[in-house]
């Protein structure tokens, strides 16, 4: 078996720095799945939440959240796809950490999954810059709509 000094550079560098979204250029032809941050304060609807988003295949749920500070601590570790933000969060609520996001990962995709979404204007949603405002009580198929929306190669805004 080969030791660490006899492998390739690039596999190392490939393997210990973050993943980046698209094709490995390490195994041409292999589509690297998207990665999704979850942050909400209530454990069972992360646990919810990761478990039916993994089970479809085309994402991996890199990392969990139970505030807004924690989730931007994350993002900036594990640099996600898309994060998932719940909006009533202790420490720093969703629209606080979207902001955040969106100035320290101009690239990263942003949902607001809450139970208030009606309460939430469009003028504010834009201002944070955050793609889509989704209801919990919409579901999983609207959730899982705008994911695959959002993470398609031309997402449509």
Known sequence: MPSRTEAPAEFFALTSSPRRPGRSSF???????KQILIADDSSTVRRIL????EDRGNV???GEAANGFEAVEKAKMLHPDLVLLDLAMPEMNGVEAASVLKKMMPN??????????QNIGR???SAIGVDM???KPDGMRA???AIDGLLSPNPAL
């Open 108 to 117: 990263v995709r942003i949902i607001v999954f809450t139970m208030f979404s």
């Open 133 to 135: 405002v989704l209801s």
């Open 50 to 53: 990761k478990t039916f988003l």
């Open 60 to 62: 991996r749920v890199c």
């Open 123 to 125: 003028s504010l949603t």
């Open 27 to 33: 195994f041409p032809g292999v589509i690297v799945s």
């Open 143 to 145: 959730l899982v709509e």
